[in-house]
C-alpha cells in the first residue's frame, strides 16, 4: 500500500506544527521518519522528554507517532492553543472600485416592495469582513462533526461568501487586530447554528425516526398492559374490581409516561460550536447611503458594493437576520423585513 | 429619524444573546425535524489565545487539524474510495462509523439476511487497512463460502488474501506467521495441527462468517477462535441464536469476555428457568448486547425491492436429442464401471488442467472447490475421498443405507473434472457437449460417435425456447447467463441467424469492452449475452428479466445471477426464467432448488444463509456429482436427489427456526 493521503496529510501537518511553534523538523529521504529539535516548552507540549526526538509514521516505542488511532492528535491541539496563534489579519489591495455608477447598481439589486428609496452618497473605503471557522458537534446518540465557515461583513453583520479567501486570495497580512470580534462572533454562531441544522438534516432525521420508533415500542407495551389490567388473576381467577383496573391503569399510565420522559432526555441533541479560526479580510467597497421613505418614517441604511465580489452585498432582514435583495418595511421603526417575515 | 450608525447596528441588535464572547454556557434552543430539542453551546476554551496575529499558513494549520479531528471521528470514511462495484447503502456506511466508533473493532455484525454483512465487513477491513490500524488479518469461512469471499475481497475490495493451501504447509507455524491476510475455511483451520499453528501466531483482525457455528463452547471451532491472539474481531450472522440463548453467551464470550460474566450468571439473569428461548430482564440484556452487537433489519433499512417472477421453461428434446441425452449419460456410468473394475495399469488417465475444460470459466486452481477435481474417479461409491478434503465428516445422506460399500481406490481414465465437464456441457448445449467429449473421442469410438451426433444437433430444444422467449420479451431489457463460453459462442451465432441484436459481456474481455457492452445493452439492444461473470460490480438495474439458458450446479452462484438485477435499485418486477432440457441433471437440480426451498422466492442472501448451514460439508457442486456417480440408475438418481432435497431443507428448516427465532429475540432493538 503506497502512503495513504491521510498519512500525507499527517506528515504535512506534523512538519508545519512544528515549524510554525518554534521548531525545526528534519525527514529522512525516504520520508518515513524525521528529527525535530524544539524548544523545552513546546517538547512538552508534544509530550516528548527531551529538545531533539524522533517523529515516525510507524508504530515504535520512542518520538512522536503521527496518526489518527494514537494521542497525537490531542497532543497537536495543545500546542496549537498555546504556540499557534489563530486570528489573523489581511488585506486585500489592488482591487479595482467603481464608485461613480453606485447609484445605478443599488437600483437595479433592491427591491423595496412598500418604500420609497433615495440613494443619498457613496463613498470608497476599507471595510473588514470576519470569517469565522467552527467545529460543530451534534451528539445525540451518535455523534455528528463538521467544520462550518462563516464570512461577514463586520459593519453591517451581512453574511458575504468569502471564506476561500484564505486559501485562495492574494492575501497582504496587516498589523492591526480584528475590531469589533466579538459582535461578528455572536453572529456567525447564528448563522452556523443554521448551516449546520442544514447540513446535519439526514442526521437529525435518522434520529428522530429511531426515537419516533422506541417510543412506538413503549407504546404498544404498555397499552398492552392496560389491556391486561382488567383480565382475571391466573392463579386465583379472582376478577379486579373497577376500582383495582382503574389504579392499575393509572399505575401503567405513570409508567409509560416516565419511560418516554426517560427516551426523550436520552435523544436530546447537544450541539456544540467551537470557533477555530478568525480571518479578517480588508476588502475595498463603496458604502452607500439609501434613505428609505416608510409612511411619515425615514430611515437612512448603509448598503455597500464589494470590490472582490464586483457587486452589491445583500442586507439581512431584521428579525431572522437571512440576507435578501427584496425587503418590506415596518411602519414605525422602518425595519426592513424579508418575504418570509413580512409574509407571517 | 435614527442615525446611520443605529441602522447597521440593527442587525446585532436582532440577536437576544450578545455577550456569548465572555461566557462560554451560551444556549440557543433548536428543534429537530422531528421535535427533539437541540441545545446549542459555544465552547470558546479551544480558541487560541495567543496576543499575537497568526500568519495565513497558522491560520490553515488549525483548519487542517481540525480536519483530522473530523477525519479521527470517522465520519469520513477512507474505505469509499477506489472501490469496484460496490454499492454501499447508508446503513452499511453507518454500521462501519458505529463499529469504528464505538465499538473498538469488537462487534457482532447481526444483519438480516441480504442486507450486506459481508460487505460492511469488507469495507471495515478496508478502513483499518488504510488507517494502519491494523496489518494482519485471519478471515474463517464455512467451506462452501471460502471462494466467494476470495473473489468478492480481491475484485470489489481489491484486498488479496491467500488461501490456506490444503498442504502440509499449513500445520505449520511459518505459514501462519508470514503471511499477513490469510483465508481459510472453518472446518479445514480447526482440525489436524492447525488450531495450534493459527494460534500460535498474532492477529490484528479476525473475521468469522457465519458466526453461530461458534455457538458451542465444547466444539473445536469455538476453542480455535477464543485461543486466537487478535486485537479485533468482528462475527457475522444473521442468527446469533439457534436454539437457545446461552449461544448467544458463548459467541459474545468470544468477542469481550466477561461482558455477560459468567454463563450461571448470564443464565439467571437472562434466561428463563423451563425455557431457554425466553429472554428475562429484556431492558437490561438489550443494552448490554446493544454494547457488542449490530443488527439492521429491512424494516428500518427500508430495502424494498420489487416482487420477483420465476419460470420454469421445460424444454422437451427431439428425438435425437433426447437418445443423445440418455447415450451420454450412459456411456459416462459405462466407463465409471470399467474404471472401477479396471487395473490401475492399464489406465491411461488423463491429466488435465482445469485450463483445458470448459466447465465453468470462473473455477480457477486456487479455489479449494477445484482442489477435489484432481482426484480420479474410483466407483461409484465415492467416499470416503470425495468428503471433504478437510476432513470433515461425510454428510449424513451420503453415510446412509443407500450408500453401497466402499469399493477398491483404483486411479480412474476419467476425472471427476471432465466428468463434471461432460455433465455440465449436456446441460448445457449438445455443441458445447460435442466439444467437451472430444478429448476422449480422440481415443474411444464410442465417444467419438456421440460427439459426431452431438454436432449434428444444430438445433437444441432450448434454443427454440430460447428464441421464443426473446420474441415474446421483445420490450424488455433481457439478461441471457450461460455457464460456458462454447455455449455463448454458440448462442451469439444463433441469435445472428435469428436477426436477434445483442450485445456480449463474458470474462475474456477488457474492461472497456464491457463498458461498451452494457452501454449497448441501455441504449441499442435488448438483449446481453452474459457468462458467470457477467456484469459483477455493474449497474445492470435497468435491465428486468434474466434468462438462464443453463444452470450452475452451484445455488450460490445462480443466487449471484439473480442478484445482478434484483437489487438495491432495481424499480421494476423482475422476471427470471429458467431454460432446461428435460431429462438432463439440471433439470433434476432445477426441481430440487424449486420444490424444496423454494429457491427462485428466496431474499437474494439466504441461500448462502442455507448452505452455512452445511458448514462441513463439501460445496453443492461435488454433491450433485457424487450423487450422479453413486447412482446406478435413474430410479435411484431420483431416490437419492429427494434425500439431498430433504437435507437442504433441513438445512433450510434450521435457518428458518433461527431467523424466526432472532426476529423475535431481539425485533430491531441493535440496529
Ligand atoms: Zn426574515
Redesign the pocket.
Known amino acids: 500500500m503506497s502512503r495513504s493521503s491521510v498519512e500525507s496529510q499527517l506528515v504535512e501537518f506534523a512538519t508545519a506544527l512544528v515549524e510554525n511553534s518554534g521548531g525545526i523538523i528534519d525527514w529522512q529521504s525516504d520520508g518515513s521518519q524525521a528529527t525535530a529539535i524544539v524548544p523545552p516548552d513546546l517538547a512538552e507540549s508534544l509530550g516528548q522528554h527531551h529538545e531533539s526526538f524522533l517523529v515516525r509514521t510507524q508504530p515504535g516505542d520512542e518520538g512522536l507517532v503521527l496518526s489518527l488511532g494514537g494521542e497525537f492528535v490531542d497532543l497537536a491541539a495543545r500546542t496549537l492553543r498555546h504556540f499557534v496563534p489563530s486570528v489573523g489579519a489581511f488585506a486585500v489591495d489592488d482591487l479595482p472600485v467603481r464608485k461613480t455608477e453606485f447609484a445605478a447598481a443599488v437600483e437595479s439589486s433592491f427591491g423595496w416592495q412598500n418604500a420609497r428609496a433615495k440613494v443619498l452618497d457613496g463613498s470608497v473605503m476599507t471595510v473588514p469582513y470576519h470569517a469565522w471557522w467552527f467545529h460543530v458537534t451534534l451528539q445525540s446518540e451518535e455523534t455528528w462533526e463538521s467544520l462550518v465557515s462563516v464570512t461577514l461583513n463586520a459593519r453591517s453583520g451581512v453574511v458575504v461568501p468569502l471564506s476561500e479567501l484564505l486559501s485562495l486570495g492574494d492575501l497582504r497580512p496587516t498589523k492591526d487586530a480584528p475590531s469589533d470580534s466579538s459582535a461578528t462572533l455572536d453572529l456567525a454562531l447564528h448563522v452556523a447554528e443554521a448551516e449546520t441544522m442544514r447540513q446535519a438534516t439526514p442526521f437529525l432525521q435518522r434520529i428522530d425516526a429511531r426515537r419516533e420508533r422506541d417510543r412506538k415500542r413503549l407504546q404498544d407495551y404498555y397499552r398492552a398492559l392496560q389491556r391486561e389490567s382488567s383480565t382475571p388473576n391466573k392463579r386465583t381467577k379472582t376478577v379486579p374490581t373497577a376500582e383495582e383496573i382503574e389504579s392499575r391503569q393509572k399505575a401503567v399510565k405513570l409508567e409509560l409516561q416516565r419511560k418516554l420522559s426517560e427516551l426523550d432526555e436520552r435523544y436530546l441533541f447537544s450541539a456544540v460550536l467551537r470557533p477555530i479560526v478568525l480571518a479578517e479580510f480588508r476588502i475595498p467597497a463603496v458604502a452607500i447611503d439609501v434613505e428609505i421613505q416608510r409612511k411619515a418614517e425615514k430611515r437612512i441604511f448603509r448598503v455597500y458594493w464589494n470590490a472582490m465580489l464586483k457587486k452589491m452585498e445583500p442586507m439581512s432582514?431584521s428579525?431572522?437576520l437571512?440576507t435578501s435583495f427584496n425587503f418590506w418595511f415596518t411602519n414605525d421603526t422602518v425595519d426592513p423585513?424579508?418575504s418570509?417575515?413580512h409574509g407571517s | 429619524m435614527k442615525t446611520k450608525i443605529a441602522a447597521t447596528k440593527s442587525v446585532f441588535d436582532a440577536n437576544p444573546e450578545k455577550d456569548i464572547a465572555d461566557d462560554s454556557a451560551h444556549v440557543r434552543t433548536s428543534f429537530s425535524p422531528g421535535g427533539i430539542p437541540i441545545r446549542f453551546r459555544t465552547d470558546l476554551s479551544e480558541f487560541s489565545t495567543t496576543k499575537n496575529l497568526a500568519t495565513r499558513e497558522q491560520l490553515q494549520l488549525h483548519l487542517t487539524h481540525t480536519r483530522l479531528q473530523l477525519l479521527r471521528g470517522f465520519d469520513e470514511l477512507l474505505c469509499l474510495e477506489g472501490l469496484t462495484g460496490v454499492e454501499h447503502l447508508p446503513h452499511q456506511i453507518e454500521t462501519v462509523r458505529k463499529v469504528m466508533r464505538r465499538f473498538r473493532g469488537r462487534v457482532l455484525l447481526a444483519d438480516e439476511v441480504g442486507l450486506g454483512k459481508t460487505i460492511e465487513a469488507c469495507l471495515l477491513l478496508r478502513e483499518y487497512l488504510l488507517r494502519r490500524l491494523i496489518k494482519r488479518v485471519l478471515i474463517l469461512v464455512p467451506n462452501p463460502l471460502v471462494s466467494q469471499w476470495h473473489e468478492e475481497l480481491s475484485s470489489k475490495f481489491h484486498l488479496d488474501f491467500r488461501i490456506a493451501p490444503r498442504t502440509a504447509t499449513s500445520s505449520r507455524d511459518e505459514f501462519w506467521a508470514t503471511h499477513d491476510r490469510v483465508l481459510v475455511s472453518t472446518s479445514f483451520a480447526r482440525s489436524g495441527r492447525r488450531p495450534e499453528a493459527i494460534a500460535a501466531a498474532h492477529w490484528d483482525l479476525v473475521i468469522v462468517d457465519e458466526a453461530h457455528h461458534c455457538r458451542n463452547r465444547s466444539t473445536k471451532l469455538w476453542k480455535l477462535v477464543n485461543s486466537l491472539q487478535r486485537r479485533h474481531m468482528f462475527l457475522l450472522t444473521a442468527t446469533p441464536v439457534q436454539n437457545n440463548l446461552v449461544e448467544l453467551y458463548s459467541l459474545l464470550t468470544l468477542l469481550e469476555p466477561g461482558h455477560l460474566k459468567t454463563e450461571a450468571d448470564f443464565k439467571k439473569q437472562f434466561v428463563t428457568r423451563g425455557n431457554p428461548r425466553d429472554p428475562r430482564n429484556r431492558h437490561r440484556l438489550r443494552d448490554l448486547l446493544g454494547e457488542v452487537m449490530i443488527r439492521n433489519t429491512r424494516g428500518l433499512v427500508q430495502i424494498n425491492l420489487p416482487p420477483r417472477y420465476a419460470q420454469t421453461i421445460m424444454a422437451t428434446p427431439g428425438e435425437e436429442e433426447s437418445q443423445l441425452l440418455i447415450d451420454i449419460q450412459q456411456y459416462l456410468r459405462d466407463q465409471l464401471v470399467t474404471t472401477a473394475n479396471a487395473s490401475p495399469n492399464t489406465d491411461d488417465a488423463e491429466q488435465e488442467s482445469p485450463e483445458e475444460l470448459d466447465a465453468s470459466s470462473t473455477e480457477s486452481a486456487e479455489t479449494p472447490d477445484a482442489v477435489g477435481w484432481d482426484q480420479r474417479l474410483t466407483s461409484r461409491a465415492g467416499p470416503p475421498e470425495l468428503t471433504s478434503p478437510a476432513g470433515g465428516p461425510p454428510l449424513a445422506l451420503l453415510a446412509g443405507p443407500t450408500l453401497p460399500e466402499p469399493q477398491n481406490n483404483e486411479p480412474a481414465g476419467i476425472s471427476r473434472m471432465r466428468l463434471h465437464a461432460i455433465l455440465t456441457s449436456i446441460g448445457s448445449h449438445p455443441a458445447t457437449a460435442a466439444a467437451t467429449l472430444q478429448p476422449l473421442a480422440e481415443r474411444d469410438e464410442r465417444a467419438r460417435q456421440l460427439c459426431e451426433r452431438a454436432g449434428r444437433i444444430t438445433h437444441s430444444a432450448k434454443d427454440e425456447k430460447l428464441l421464443q422467449l426473446l420474441k415474446e420479451s421483445h420490450e424488455h431489457k433481457v439478461l441471457v447467463f450461460v455457464a460456458s463460453i462454447r455455449t455463448l459462442h454458440r448462442l451469439q451465432s444463433l441469435l445472428t441467424e435469428a436477426e436477434i441484436s445483442f450485445s456480449t459481456f463474458s470474462g475474456e474481455q477488457s474492461s472497456t469492452d464491457k463498458d461498451a457492452a452494457v452501454e449497448q445493452l441501455k441504449s441499442s439492444v435488448n438483449v446481453m449475452l452474459c457468462t458467470e461473470s457477467g456484469g459483477e460490480g455493474r449497474n445492470l438495474q435497468f435491465a428486468d428479466t434474466l434468462i438462464n439458458f443453463d444452470l450452475p450446479w452451484n445455488p450460490m452462484k445462480i443466487e449471484q445471477r439473480i442478484g445482478r438485477i434484483h437489487r438495491y435499485g432495481q424499480t421494476q418486477d423482475v422476471f427470471i426464467f429458467n431454460l432446461c432440457t428435460a431429462g438432463t441433471l439440471e433439470s433434476r437440480i432445477l426441481k430440487l432448488l424449486n420444490d424444496k426451498i423454494r429457491m427462485f422466492e428466496l431474499v437474494v442472501g439466504e441461500v448462502g444463509s442455507i448452505l452455512g448451514n452445511l458448514d462441513d460439508g463439501q460445496d453443492f457442486e461435488s454433491l450433485v456429482l457424487q450423487l450422479w456417480q453413486k447412482a446406478p440408475d435413474d430410479k435411484q438418481l431420483d431416490a437419492d436427489f429427494e434425500t439431498l432435497g430433504d437435507t437442504l431443507l433441513a438445512a433450510q428448516e434450521k435457518y428458518l427456526d433461527a431467523k424466526n427465532l432472532d426476529e423475535a429475540l431481539f425485533g430491531e432493538d441493535y440496529e
Open positions: 432582514c428579525r431572522c437571512r423585513l424579508c418570509t417575515c
